[in-house]
Structure formats: structure tokens, C-alpha cells
């Protein structure tokens, strides 16, 4: 079964400052998804970067890159620029995709506490 | 364009009795996913319908059962309610049977069993 690992339980950064948040994944696929999601106080999950496993290329949106290593089934979020607007829990999640059958499934991390300073 | 729509938002229900938590998907959306998130065990898959078909279930017990209906919207009941049972659960849609859109989530409903 796939696992996600996020060993930060919290983290803090200065407004303005970068942050890197990390996640390790274990899984015998070769192709998959990797998610980050944040969830404020609302509770809402929200989407912030989708990594494919087949492109080598990392992803970015905006403020937010990730650093993908699929050897290393690692896939760290970075923050750039933190607003105190980034305060939230972050989940790394796994998205299998072997068989066709196995969308909607994710598979999610502890999650990370990310506070941010004014 | 309206997001994921859960309801109700809260839920106090009392230990054996069952409750129906609803989610309707943005509209277009095919395939709704279910998940309990609680302070211990974190997020956990509940299961994920699409066009009306369950095609995964999560590692839960029979109580727990969904089902969608041909306008996608999706329903999920706990029956026999257990003190454990008390979680947010999150409910996210997307459009097609693919991760492209990754999966878009409802604010979730907080239900408290006493």
C-alpha cells in the first residue's frame, strides 16, 4: 500500500520570507500523481500544485514550486514570498493510476502546519 | 461558477442512530470521493463514485455506504453511529475520471456522535 510521510508536524516562516515543506512517498507505481492541498481554518481543501509523474519538469503556480524527486520519492513544497494568507495545514497527497480503476483515491500525509509571522 | 456544496455544515446525532450527509459536485463533475478526516487518523478514503458506479472503497466497515445519483450528486450514510465516528467528512469532485483536474474540495460536514 502507498504511504505518504510528512515529517514536519509544524513549521513557521517571516512574512515575505521562503519555506520548504517536505513529504516523502513510498510506492511501486511508475506513474501517479502528487498533490499539495492546503486547508485553512474553513476547512475547505484547496488545491495549490499538481506534479505528474511522468514529467521530469517540477511544477509551479506562482509563489509556490515543488522540488520533485522520483528516485528519491520525495516532492517538497516551496514558498516563496510567504503572505500571512499561506497560514494553513498543508497535505501532500498521492494519486495512483495504475489500472484506470484507482482515480479519487488520494492518499494523504499528517500534514504540516505552516504559521507565518508578520 | 458554485463550488462543492455539502450539507448540513454540522451534525450532533446520538450513538446508534444513522445519518445521510449529501454532496452536490460542481457542476460537470463526474466522479465524487469521499473522505473522514479526524485528529488521529488524518485523512481517510472513504470511496469515490463515478457516473453512479463505486468504483473504489476504502478500508471502512459496511456501516458506512454511499451512493450517487444520475445528476452526480452523491450521498453517504452511517448507520449504527459510534462514538469514532465523529470526524470532518470531505467530499471533492472532478470533472473527468483523471487526476488533469485534480480534485476539488466542499468545506466538509463536522458530525459529533454522543
Known amino acids: 500500500a502507498q504511504t505518504v510521510t510528512q515529517s514536519q508536524p509544524e513549521m513557521s516562516v517571516q512574512e515575505a520570507e521562503t519555506v520548504t515543506l517536505s513529504c516523502t512517498y513510498d510506492?511501486?507505481?511508475?506513474?501517479?500523481?502528487l498533490f499539495w492541498y492546503k486547508q485553512p481554518p474553513s476547512r475547505q481543501m484547496i488545491l495549490v500544485i499538481r506534479q505528474e509523474a511522468y514529467k521530469q519538469q517540477n511544477a509551479t503556480e506562482n509563489r509556490f514550486s515543488v522540488n520533485f524527486q522520483k528516485a528519491a520519492k520525495s516532492f517538497s513544497l516551496k514558498i516563496s514570498d510567504s503572505q500571512l494568507g499561506d497560514a494553513a495545514m498543508y497535505f501532500c497527497a498521492y494519486g495512483p493510476t495504475a489500472g484506470g480503476t484507482s482515480y479519487g483515491k488520494l492518499t494523504f500525509g499528517q500534514g504540516t502546519i505552516l504559521t507565518v509571522h508578520p | 461558477k458554485a463550488g462543492v456544496t455539502q450539507t448540513p455544515r454540522y451534525l450532533i446525532k446520538t450513538r446508534g442512530q444513522q445519518v445521510t450527509l449529501s454532496c452536490s459536485p460542481i457542476?460537470?463533475?463526474?466522479?465524487v470521493s469521499w473522505y473522514q478526516q479526524t485528529p488521529g487518523q488524518g485523512l481517510q478514503f472513504l470511496f469515490e463514485?463515478?457516473?453512479?458506479?463505486?468504483?473504489n472503497k476504502g478500508n471502512f466497515p459496511g456501516r458506512f455506504s454511499g451512493r450517487q445519483f444520475s445528476n452526480s450528486r452523491s450521498e453517504m450514510n452511517v448507520s449504527t453511529l459510534e462514538l469514532g465516528d465523529s470526524a470532518l467528512y470531505l467530499c471533492?469532485?472532478?470533472?473527468?475520471?483523471?487526476?488533469?483536474?485534480?480534485?476539488?474540495f466542499g468545506s466538509g460536514t463536522r458530525l459529533t456522535v454522543v
Open positions: 463514485y463515478f457516473s453512479e458506479t463505486q468504483r
Open positions: 457542476s460537470g463533475h463526474r466522479s
Open positions: 471533492a469532485s472532478s470533472p473527468r475520471a483523471d487526476y488533469d483536474y485534480g480534485y476539488t
Open positions: 510506492t511501486s507505481e511508475s506513474d501517479y500523481y
